[in-house]
């Protein structure tokens, strides 16, 4: 509960406070060698406070962009994400997944990451649904093009994304769950973090809950393991990299976070059909 409020108490002063700087929305096309995640979904980011020093591709070339208060970006579906943690800086982020929104406040602290604990912290609350006017606010978002030539629409669209999000916030939960929102913020871990070589105990030891129950909730609300799950997520980004980059195969094998690129090729051609090779070449047939 003092999450839900707290991310409530960040929600209320961005919408009364934001001062609606610079809007960004990077287009994907820049080719990037690591670091950098793909996601399904998409991912509104609003600056509160620091700086953050953030590679993005803007019209097809890559470029880092230092993002002061008051900046905020959108990232679609499918278009990589750098997530640079680099500088000390704070910002929320809204993103709306298929029956619900996920809100989280960041925290950076800058440092160097060392073992991965205290680089960030995080707050995080998921709404018990997702209105169908949210929804349709984030998809015009979406399809804006040359953005910068109309930033009142921009900062029009988000001030309503802002103020819907709270309304969902203010909305009695009658589904979502405990267990729902645990399942969905540990598939959002594996998500982010599926090029690592992370595993199920990793997860546990994160969120602080025993190794089996993760099992039980992956069994119960995927029909699958966590094992499988984290497959899907480096075999898409597999062939992302296969499509879009000009990357060897054992150095994508690494990069989707296999150390062995031999059962990358075997367990790539056994869940897509293909090698990686030759679903390279038929991907890159097909944009010509």
């Not at 029956?99 to 406040?105: D, E, G, P, S």
Request: aromatic share 12%.
């Amino acid at each position: 509960m003092e999450m839900k409020e707290n991310i409530r108490r960040t929600l209320k002063q961005t919408i009364d406070g934001f001062p609606f700087r610079k809007f960004f929305l990077p287009d994907g096309k820049a080719k990037i060698e690591h670091h950098f995640s793909i996601q399904p979904y998409v991912r509104l980011i609003l600056i509160l406070s620091g700086i953050k020093r953030e590679p993005m591709s803007l019209n097809g070339k890559r470029e880092t962009v230092t993002l002061h208060p008051g900046d905020y970006y959108l990232i679609r579906r499918e278009v990589w994400e750098y997530t640079s943690f680099s500088t000390e800086h704070e910002f929320l982020c809204l993103v709306p997944r298929n029956t619900y929104l996920r809100l989280v406040h960041y925290r950076i602290s800058g440092k160097p990451a060392g073992n991965g604990e205290n680089l960030f912290e995080s707050e995080w609350y998921h709404t018990p649904g997702l209105s169908a006017p949210l929804q349709h606010a984030f998809d015009a978002l979406s399809l804006l093009e040359e953005s910068r030539r109309e930033p009142d629409l921009c900062k029009d669209l988000v001030r309503a994304i802002l103020r819907l999000s709270l309304q969902e916030m203010q909305k009695e939960i009658l589904h979502a769950g405990k267990s729902n929102m645990t399942f969905e913020a540990i598939r959002e871990f594996v998500e982010t973090h599926c090029s690592e070589p992370i595993s199920r105990n990793d997860a546990a030891q994160y969120f602080r809950l025993n190794p089996s129950y993760i099992s039980q909730l992956f069994r119960r609300k995927s029909n699958g393991t966590f094992q499988e799950y984290l497959l899907k997520c480096r075999i898409a980004k597999a062939r992302f990299l296969l499509s879009e980059t000009t990357l060897p195969v054992k150095a994508i094998a690494e990069e989707c976070g296999w150390s062995d690129d031999v059962y990358f090729i075997r367990q790539f051609h056994r869940q897509t059909g293909l090698p990686p090779g030759k679903f390279r070449l038929i991907n890159r047939t097909k944009r010509l």
